[in-house]
């Protein structure tokens, strides 16, 4: 970025700041107090905002239901309670100069409300004034009464249109999201994510040592337990002031924050245990005679069977999954304690916390295993008798003061450390699966296992610990009441180090590995953000309202990795310093970026809202020649039965229609646009080691960000006095610019291939939610939500001069989903001679790879529901669907037609199709009957809470408990034949595949909760 450029942000960001600094004397203002109550129960609402209409003037209720608005100037004033899950209210009053007034609500619940507060780039708005659909979670109600493990549960199936999948059952194991399809061919498809105004770093294959496929995401390091609640901004038309970076969505996070009052308590225990009820495959072997020579065969399978090759005898089969002697799946366990307290004054609150959380994953080293190995060595590593666990500990400091009037300033801090042990699979000849579905036919035969011993896998050490700091400074100024002046810094440091330890003499993998191997890998990801905008609204008549915001915002990556690894350890070794031979590396990228943005919008009698905005973005990693980025962005929001000539309709409560238009971008990596060299050693003429360089990359002067361009059109309809809330919206997202690798010509003397703006990518599909308050009595309260999407993918254009691109048997092709299968397909399958044997003649195959299916569901839908009896018994599940997408069953297929362990390779009468695809597999014809269909049901959760009475409460010194029994992953219903449906190798972009991947497992938690 140049110096001229710097100036010229730096010049616009003192403009911005000089409105904050226009600001007139004070006029007398009066004070407005009172409570927000619910109108069934009578009980006080906390965290309802309060807000003088018109201006930027607002409170949170505290845990009473008390809300103090301050400053307000004389006059005729509407003043508005809203909180989300109740109607909102508004009540308009004279307030006299200098009074103080007290006035109350007593609001309906509801399940609709268009005056709930969400965060958006220039600050809190209501959802009446969006012309885009913004997903929230109410994350603090959730926590507590379902079997929430980590972040990524609390995402999973809760919002329209978001596709959370954890790629297995592993403690710690990583999570991909999509939101709205998938953009980008060659970048990242996940979003952005912000913790309380800063983005933070939210890697998905967060590792550097071999692990097999597996890796963690650092967004499940953040503490569910201290988040309030979760924003959803799911794509450009709503994303536009988010610049460059948020094409795939933004998931805003706001952690909890303590309120005026007396200090309040929270403390919690949780306590649960994991199990494996998956079914696992059991390997088969056929004994026979050879044709014609009548010779023994220890393997005739189906195949030689059907070319008239073999006769089988006897078929052996043993799964050393399912003998207890050998299993190394057992029962894990997992505890949680936490406690935070939150409190303080009009001057100063706080809300503080911590936490100690351990998880014991489900594999165990045998019990025979273990005393025979202790019989020869003494004591065992822990690590390796139970080699997959997670340890963690989350500390939070919140903390708000007003000390003047007119300013609020906030600090948020957040630390993590964590220590987690991963245990090798999937692709993997050191996996633990690997073995055991690679495995023998009989217990004599090597135990029944295949490539290494549980012990031996068990004894390699692969830890990653985690450090983690989260902080920022939030300052509000309202000099005036029409105008606001914010300004947000912050920083998210992640210290990884990965660490793997082959103990010399135990792993005979290799001759290198058998000698004792150690890696120690240390990164740090620095995310820095600054943030500074003002926005004032200005009444320019009776019926007119208008706010206008600007801003400028500042983020900088940095990652610093530094690895070394040593071969050839001492027998008790264990550094890298002890080794016989060692190597190092190191690495650095940044990446800047600095971006400005103006929004007006123009406010029609609290009915009609209309916006309009354009952000300009400039960074690093644009290529030397492009000019910034204009981002330009445009909604419209209209509460039609507001208006005077909308009839009134008895069951319609209120109608609104909206629509959103907008753009924004991804950034291409950090190297794309830059020609560098790569060091590397040579020799010379005399034989001398020197120094020498290789092109690395010859870059590209003209690479744009990638662009994407979005509309969004809706409406939600409240019936039936709030009870019932239906809300739809439709989708167009089109990537252009989008990154493509060129070939580039051997004779240039220079890299392979380079990125260029060449393809173009569209997503479109519907979102629904419908909530209903089916009944609402001071016995029974009984809610039910049904949430649901579709999604069409498909790739636009891919450049003139670029092929399909393909990777495996996956490929990216115009006019089809990204990332689609393509193989011959298997057209029919027909057991002529009627011998339950499927030989290659009898199976018809397509002449030409075809389109199989898209890797991602087409289909979404969610069904939730909740029943309270007499305000002390509440039982909530949650049961979802993904369906119209296929996945690679890899396992199966490695199984089958590779190693040749499964039943359908040799056993007749097996499943007629899966011996087809086995015997074409085999051949290398086709992987077509390994493409299945991967649509499924899933009972995510379960839970039953229980509130005891009041007196029981005081009889135990607290104010409010409440016990629950909860249960995770307990029913999936589908046709997949593979392990699992949702299991995958990886976190990669497109990857669809389940190979040789532990599949989730299921948990049953207890939980107890004491406020005082």
């Known amino acids: 970025m140049s110096l ?3 100036r010229t942000w730096f010049a616009m960001g003192l403009a911005v700041a000089g409105l904050g600094f226009a600001a007139p004397a004070l006029a007398q203002q009066a004070t407005i107090s009172g409570r927000v109550l619910d109108q069934n129960s009578g009980r006080p609402i906390p965290d309802a905002v309060v807000t003088v209409v018109g201006t930027n003037i607002q409170a949170t ?19 508005r309670a809203a909180r989300i899950g109740y109607q909102a209210q508004v009540q308009v009053l004279n307030v006299p100069s200098g009074a103080q007034l007290t006035v109350d609500f007593d609001i309906p619940a509801a399940v609709v409300s268009l005056d709930e507060v969400v965060v958006t780039a220039t600050g809190e708005q209501r959802q009446r004034e969006l012309g885009n659909v913004v997903g929230k979670i109410q994350a603090a109600q959730v926590v507590e009464e379902a079997p929430i493990t980590n972040l990524s549960d609390l995402l999973t199936a809760r919002t329209p249109g978001v596709v959370v999948q954890r790629s297995s059952g592993q403690v710690g194991s990583g999570t991909r999201i999509r939101i709205r399809g998938a953009n980008s061919l060659s970048l990242s498809n996940e979003p952005l994510v912000y913790v309380d105004g800063i983005r933070v770093e939210q890697g998905v294959s967060s590792v550097s040592v071999f692990t097999g496929g597996q890796a963690p995401s650092r967004l499940d ?19 536009t002031l988010y610049g460059t970076e948020a094409a795939n969505g933004v998931i805003r996070i706001t952690t909890k924050r303590g309120r005026p009052g007396r200090s309040r308590w929270n403390v919690y225990v949780e306590g649960g245990v994991l199990t494996d009820p998956n079914e696992y495959p059991t390997n088969y072997r056929a004994f026979g005679r050879l044709l014609p020579s009548n010779a023994f065969t220890n393997n005739c399978t189906l195949v030689r069977v059907g070319n008239g090759q073999c006769v089988q005898d006897s078929i052996l089969k043993y799964n050393p999954l399912e003998d ?20 303080g004054t009009d001057l100063l609150s706080y809300y503080l916390s911590g936490e100690y959380e351990k998880e014991v994953g489900t594999y165990r080293l045998p019990k025979r295993v273990e005393d025979s190995l202790k ?34 300033l906030s600090a948020q801090a957040g630390f993590t450390t964590s220590n987690l042990q991963i245990v090798q699979n999937d692709n993997n000849s050191l996996g633990i699966l690997p073995s055991a579905f690679f495995g023998t036919w009989s217990r004599n035969v090597n135990r029944g296992w295949g490539f290494r011993l549980p012990e031996e896998v068990f004894a390699i050490n692969t830890r990653q610990k985690v450090d983690r700091f989260t902080g920022s400074l939030n300052a509000n100024w309202q000099p005036i009441s029409w105008l606001t002046v914010r300004g947000i810094a912050g920083l998210d440091l992640t210290s990884r180090l990965d660490d793997q330890f082959f103990p010399t003499g135990e792993v005979p993998a290799s001759t290198t590995l058998l000698a004792g191997d150690k890696t120690a890998n240390r990164a740090q990801i620095y995310q820095y953000t600054a943030d500074f905008g003002v926005t004032a609204n200005h009444r320019l008549s009776s019926f007119l309202q208008v706010r206008s915001s600007v801003g400028v915002q500042y983020f900088r990556d940095l990652f610093t990795f530094n690895g070394a690894t040593g071969n050839g350890l001492p027998a008790g070794a264990k550094s890298v310093g002890a080794a016989a031979t060692t190597r190092a590396t190191e690495s650095t990228a940044e990446r800047i970026t600095l971006g400005a943005f103006v929004e007006e919008q123009l406010n029609f009698n609290e009915r009609l809202f209309l916006t309009l905005g354009v952000r300009r973005d400039d960074a690093s990693s644009f290529g ?5 980025i204009v981002y330009p962005k445009f909604s419209a929001s209209w509460v039609i039965t507001e208006e005077p000539f909308f009839p009134e309709i008895g069951f319609l409560a209120s109608l609104r229609v909206r629509g959103a238009w907008g753009e924004t971008g991804l950034q291409p990596g950090t190297t794309d646009a830059v020609a560098f060299f790569n060091p590397v050693g040579v020799s010379d003429a005399t034989g001398a080691d020197v120094v020498g360089v290789t092109v690395g990359g010859i870059g590209n002067t003209r690479l744009k960000p990638e662009r994407a361009r979005e509309i969004e059109a809706g409406g939600d309809v409240d019936l039936f006095d709030g009870r019932v809330g239906v809300q739809v919206t439709y989708f167009k997202k089109t990537s252009r610019d989008a990154l493509v690798s060129r070939v580039l010509a051997p004779s240039l003397g220079s890299a392979a291939a380079r990125f260029e703006n060449l393809g173009s990518v569209e997503n479109r599909g ?14 029974l309260q009984w809610e039910v939500t049904l949430t649901g999407s579709t999604l069409e993918n498909k790739l636009l254009e891919l450049g003139e001069g670029i092929d399909p691109i393909s990777f495996g048997i996956q490929r990216h092709v115009e006019g089809y989903p990204l990332g689609g299968f393509w193989q011959r397909p298997i057209k029919a399958v027909n057991d002529a001679n009627q011998d339950g044997v499927i030989a290659i003649g009898e199976i018809t195959v397509g002449d030409t790879a075809e389109f199989l299916g898209a890797p991602l569901p087409k289909r979404e839908l969610t069904i939730s529901s909740a029943v309270t009896l007499f305000d002390r018994v509440r039982i909530q599940g949650l049961m979802d669907h993904k369906g119209g997408h296929v996945r690679d069953a890899g396992t199966m297929w490695f199984r089958c037609s590779q190693i040749q362990t499964c039943e359908s390779a040799y056993v007749p009468g097996a499943d007629l199709y899966d011996q087809a695809a086995a015997v074409m597999a085999l051949a290398q014809i086709t992987r077509a009957g390994y493409v299945r269909d991967a649509s499924f049901w899933k009972l995510r959760e379960v839970s039953l809470t229980f509130f005891w009475p009041d007196n029981l409460a005081r009889l135990l010194g607290v104010s409010r408990a409440s016990l629950t029994l909860t249960g995770r992953n307990l029913l999936t219903i589908t046709d997949w034949p593979d392990l699992d449906p949702e299991a995958s190798l990886n976190q990669g972009n497109f990857t669809a595949q389940e190979f040789l991947t532990q599949p989730p497992i299921r948990y049953w938690i207890a939980r107890l909760n004491l406020n005082f």
């Open 4 to 6: 001229a450029k710097v």
């Open 61 to 79: 209720t505290d845990a009473e239901g008390r809300y103090t608005l301050r400053n307000v100037l004389p006059g005729r004033v509407q003043i």
């Open 221 to 239: 390091d953040l503490n569910p337990e201290d988040i309030e609640s979760i924003e959803i901004i799911k794509g450009p038309s709503a994303a």
């Open 324 to 343: 207890p002697e050998e299993s190394p799946i057992s029962t894990g366990y997992r505890s949680q304690y936490g406690a935070n307290i939150s409190g």
């Open 375 to 408: 019989a020869v060595r003494g004591e065992l590593p822990p690590s390796q008798i139970r080699p997959n666990s997670l340890e963690r500990v989350s500390l939070r400091s919140n903390l708000r003061t007003q000390a003047l009037s007119t300013a609020e």
């Open 624 to 628: 030397r020649d492009l000019e910034a």
């Open 766 to 779: 519907w979102e629904g939610v419908f909530s209903a308050r089916l009944l609402d009595t001071r016995l």
